[in-house]
């Protein structure tokens, strides 16, 4: 191949990389704008008492914005108003994962154990110094 073929080649494909590139950023927006959608129907209808659709709400924010601890924290109210405290737990482990620091995670998370019988660790949570 010449150089000048070579080069061509080389231009062509930086095009289209970066053309990939623009796309893949306007579909992370998009994902994003989505999430945010999500998140702040749900918030609404968890303010109105709708626990299950709020619930599916918040784990499409979850899987549309997986590094956001809020939605997994909505999550994890959700599904503690809906009883079921281990999908709660595991939730609110998430949004601890992703931000030790969040204060409602925290302290529901404490609520979750306390709930399930597990008082120690629900203390434990409780006394857990914020960061603010």
Do not use: I, W
């Not at 595991?90 to 998370?109: E, K």
């Amino acid at each position: 191949m010449s150089g000048a073929r070579l080069l061509a080649a080389v231009f062509l494909a930086a095009s289209v990389f970066a053309t990939a590139r623009a796309q893949d950023g306007r579909a992370e927006r998009g994902r994003t704008a989505d999430a945010d959608a999500c998140f702040v129907k749900a918030e609404e209808l968890f303010g109105r008492g709708s626990y299950d659709a709020a619930a599916g709400l918040y784990k499409k924010a979850a899987l549309l914005r997986p590094d956001y601890a809020p939605t997994h924290n909505g999550v994890c109210v959700s599904l503690y108003d809906l009883g079921q405290l281990e999908g709660a737990a595991r939730a609110c482990g998430r949004a601890l994962d992703l931000q030790p620091g969040l204060p409602p995670a925290r302290r529901n998370l404490g609520r979750v154990l306390q709930g399930l019988g597990r008082l120690e660790e629900a203390v434990e949570q409780f006394g857990q110094p914020v960061g603010l």
